[in-house]
């Protein structure tokens, strides 16, 4: 009865490089959240998706930053020319539904140097 | 706009006396009102969650919350504090009605039940 599994757990690139995150949900569930946690902060909603399609992207900057969850496999967070300020905790959330309580996994630590 | 309101960053209580963290809430619409605890270097793990009906929920390991609609609260409770729930308590909420599925999150109550 596996979670929600976030990879890499750690990951530094250095400023102008990729990043890209990894979230595989809980199996059966077609929703997903990527949020992101500044140290001492809450979490801030990034985007919302279903199979294959972007519902809610509202809360992702509108440049360098983009998501999928394809068909087949794990949902992706990409932050293309990481700053210094992408630096975070980002969270993936799966859910059976969308007013249904989330599942969250582990958390993808980014640190930009 | 919806927002959420933790006005306590942390709360300190005595091991086997009652706690309370509060939260109030702003939805335009009918809200979808959860409470979540994260433990250090973890996700989140859900504790309870209001969409409709009775106004007091209970929850995991023995946490309830009442929702208020009249004063927009969803205050966490316990009737009898272990120390094993010290964490950092998040409240969420979404309008039910506004087409939107964006989830906000409060900026966490840090809870410490001391021996």
């Known amino acids: 009865n596996a979670g929600v599994m976030q990879n890499p757990r750690h990951l530094v690139r250095r400023r102008g490089q990729e990043a890209r995150l990894r979230c595989s949900p809980v199996?059966?569930?077609?929703?997903v959240y990527w949020y992101r946690q500044l140290p001492e902060e809450g979490l801030k909603f990034m985007v919302y998706?279903?199979?294959?399609?972007?519902?809610?992207e509202s809360g992702m900057p509108k440049e360098r930053f983009s998501a999928e969850f394809p068909k087949e496999g794990p949902s992706i967070l990409r932050i293309q020319q990481v700053v210094r300020g992408d630096s975070a905790a980002y969270f993936c959330?799966?859910?059976?539904?969308?007013?249904?309580?989330?599942?969250f996994g582990p958390g993808t630590r980014l640190t930009v140097t | 706009a919806q927002s959420v309101a933790q006005p306590e960053d942390q709360v300190n209580v005595a091991e086997g006396n009652p706690l309370t963290v509060k939260c109030t809430y702003s939805?335009?619409?009918?809200?979808?009102l959860f409470w979540y605890v994260q433990y250090p270097n973890r996700g989140l793990q859900f504790l309870l969650k209001?969409?409709?009906?009775?106004?007091l929920v209970k929850g995991s390991y023995g946490f309830e919350a009442e929702f208020n609609k009249s004063q927009t609260s969803f205050h966490l409770k316990k009737p009898s504090a272990l120390v094993s729930d010290s964490a950092l308590y998040f409240c969420?909420?979404?309008?039910?009605?506004?087409?939107?599925?964006?989830?906000?999150f409060g900026t966490g109550t840090r809870l410490k039940v001391l021996a």
């Open positions: 959330a799966s859910s059976p539904s969308d007013s249904q309580e989330q599942y």
């Open positions: 199996k059966g569930h077609s929703h």
């Open positions: 998706l279903q199979k294959e399609n972007i519902i809610d």
């Open positions: 939805v335009s619409g009918n809200p979808y």
């Open positions: 209001y969409i409709t009906g009775d106004n």
């Open positions: 969420a909420v979404r309008d039910g009605n506004s087409g939107t599925y964006k989830y906000i």
